[in-house]
């Protein structure tokens, strides 16, 4: 729950503060293989993969859980024909959706290397973009920009100047707009995404939405402030107390309420395609994305997550 409510204590009226939330999901390791599922669909993103279902990446472990680990990764063994389908990977979403809530990912591995765009993300995919996407993590090809970002129907902008650490780029947040870019915030720190934030251990996002915001924060496993709140999974959380986040997106000019609906949590991992395809040349990666995804099976043997938790909290 999420606004302020109003205590009646001994006949006074009190303004609690707001931002308290009891857990309502908790998923570690096997629990995934339960209550999410494992999306064999073409890519929407145009990408060189082949997502597969739940009994085939288990039978290819590309996807493999233990008690307090989930691995979800990409093929980085088979050289691909040039006219067949592309690098089996693997897209998995929460079979439950969510208005507001909180959402903490416990990461301790994204895939990395040239051609790679994970995402951690939540939408309605029978309903885009009217019931919203929010981006807690994206990037392409290792590099910038790590954001966070908002894809919304039309009349939904962000102020330009707001409460957070985080650098904004475009706020219109209309994908109809600019390609469908959005309105991202890129994450002030190098440790945030690909293999700097691999090389320390990953680290925590966190995502809070209610009618009034959305925001975003990110921890590196090595930051002394995260909180207890995100690292231990107590029953209550009171988001109030995490500082300020990376990413702010107020209803301002924009009325989340309408903007956004009933979203499913998704993590993904894509090659080339839409975006990493895109700036594959000009993030630095040599030749053709797509021949190089079909040639080079063991670029990818870091192209994995390594997930802690997911806990959602309402
Ligand atoms: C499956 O993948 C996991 C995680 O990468 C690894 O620990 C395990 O050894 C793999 N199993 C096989 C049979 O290759
Ligand atoms: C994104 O991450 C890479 C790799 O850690 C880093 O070099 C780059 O500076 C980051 N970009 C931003 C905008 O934080
Ligand atoms: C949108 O994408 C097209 C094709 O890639 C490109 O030509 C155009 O410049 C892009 N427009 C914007 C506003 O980025
Ligand atoms: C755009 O959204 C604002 C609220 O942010 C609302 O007052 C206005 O009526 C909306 N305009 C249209 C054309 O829907």
Known sequence: MVFTKLLSLGGLITAASA??????????????????????????????????????????????????????????????????????????????????????FDIRHMPQGCATWPAVWETLESDWPNSGEVDIVEGVNDVSPNQSTLHTSSNCTMPAARDQTGTAGSNDCYGGDNNNSGCGVQDPTTNSYGPTFNANGGGWYAMERTNSYISIWFWARNDGSVPFDV????????????????????????????????????????????????????????????????????????????????????
């Open 19 to 104: 931002a308290t939330y009891s857990l309502s999901d908790n998923w570690i390791g096997p629990a995934f293989l339960n209550t999410w599922t494992h999306e064999a669909i073409a890519d929407p993103t145009n990408g060189r993969v082949n997502y597969v279902d739940q009994a085939t990446a288990l039978s290819l472990n590309l996807t493999y859980t233990s008690d307090d680990t989930l691995i979800m990764r990409c093929d980085d063994t088979t050289v691909l024909s040039s006219s067949g389908p592309g690098r089996n990977s693997v897209r998995l979403r929460s079979d439950k959706t969510y208005t507001t809530h909180v959402a903490i």
């Open 231 to 314: 690292s231990s999974g107590p029953a209550q959380i009171d988001t109030s107390t995490w500082g300020e986040p990376t990413a702010y997106f107020p209803n301002t000019d924009c009325d989340l309420a309408s903007h956004f609906g009933q979203n499913n949590i998704i993590f993904d991992l894509t090659l080339c395609g839409d975006w990493a395809g895109a700036v594959y040349n000009s993030d630095g990666c040599s030749g053709d994305c797509v021949t190089y995804v079909n040639e080079n099976p063991s670029a990818f043997s870091n192209a994995y997550w390594d997930i802690g938790f997911v806990r959602v909290y309402e």
